[in-house]
């Protein structure tokens, strides 16, 4: 049982993200809020503005964090049928 943890916890992560960058993707108000409230977007709307820190996220971040999640989900799926 030990063994399946590290490969749920994985893909259960990749799901959240997926999930939460695709959100982020359809609806520009949540990013938005996002972005303005976040303490990790501080540094980006410090340095390009919240409007181009916006159009960055929707062209560059939220794809690449959508790939990465996919990425995790994979590897997650593919532990656990190597297990089976």
């Keep these: 049982m030990e063994q399946f943890l590290f490969p749920i916890l994985i893909t259960t992560a ?14 520009e108000e949540k990013l938005r809020n ?7 977007a501080k540094l980006w709307v410090k340095k390009f503005g919240v409007e181009k820190t916006i159009i960055l996220s929707r062209k560059i971040f939220l794809p690449l964090g959508i ?3 996919c990425g995790l989900i994979g590897v997650g799926a593919w532990s656990i049928i190597n297990l089976l």
């Design 67 to 69: 790939l990465i999640a």
């Design 14 to 27: 990749g799901a959240i993200f997926l999930i939460r960058n695709i959100t982020h993707l359809l609806n």
């Design 34 to 40: 996002y972005v303005e409230n976040s303490p990790k």
